[in-house]
């Protein structure tokens, strides 16, 4: 699903479109692997994009690396919107890497349309004129069609997501019964544990932000969710 996208031809036609600058063999910064959390997600829902920049240049590179994506989907324009960057600068001898995280981003009407979406990766930075970009692929669906997939996958699914005032728990299979549940914010501190009564759970009065909820069984089993608090 992933295609690395390298030859110059194709560089010049995305120059063309999101207004890169011409080659530039010096400085070179290259997606080396592109992942995306949710390939098949629905309108609304929250998805985000892991990327290993490579250094592919001629020498080495300081400076603070961006993270930039377009799909297909967009109807916003032709600027590209900005993922997420380092958080602080970054040194880089020839052929090293560095693992980027996006923030999460809101799948959103703007920038997604129902069926297959080519999203086009690439890194930027000051001073470096060329990059080399990845395309990835996110189906949206009816949320319907998403909850399906989940359960098949991860077990349980967690409804609505992104949330306001409460979650319900959707096992997978019905005879799951959930004995309890803890909730961490985004640096892993535990923020609320509570019983899971008829697969509801109250996150009001939460900060808005990511967060982990852990689901025990009554088997003891433990699975790892995260949700969106609005």
Not at 1 to 25: E, T, V, Y
Not at 111 to 133: E, H, L, M, Q
Not at 151 to 169: C, D, H, T, W
Request: charged fraction near 20%; hydrophobic fraction near 35%.
């Amino acid at each position: 699903m992933i295609n690395i996208l390298s030859k110059a031809g194709f560089l010049c036609l995305m120059a063309l479109i999101f207004g890169l600058n011409p080659i530039n063999a010096q400085q070179r910064l290259s997606v080396s692997r592109l992942k995306v959390q949710d390939d098949t997600t629905s309108l609304d829902a929250v998805d985000r994009v892991s990327v290993t920049i490579k250094n592919t240049g001629t020498q080495t590179f300081t400076g603070k690396i961006y993270v930039d994506y377009k799909s297909s989907g967009s109807t916003g324009g032709t600027t590209p919107q900005v993922l997420d960057s380092t958080k602080s600068s970054q040194t880089m001898n020839i052929n090293d890497t560095v693992n980027i995280s996006a923030q999460y981003f809101k799948v959103d009407q703007q920038n997604f349309s129902k069926g297959p979406n080519i999203v086009v990766v690439w890194p930027r930075a000051i001073g470096v004129s060329t990059v080399d970009s990845a395309t990835t692929t996110i189906v949206v669906v009816d949320p319907a069609g998403v909850t399906e997939i989940l359960k098949a996958e991860n077990g349980f699914v967690l409804y609505p997501n992104p949330a306001y005032s409460r979650i319900y728990i959707l096992p997978a299979d019905s005879k799951i019964s959930i004995e309890n549940v803890r909730i961490y914010n985004n640096i892993g501190i535990l923020v609320r544990s509570l019983k899971c009564n008829n697969n509801l759970v109250d996150i009001d009065g939460l900060d808005k932000g990511i967060y982990t909820l852990e689901i025990e069984t009554d088997t003891h089993k433990r699975f790892i969710k995260r949700f969106l608090r609005e």
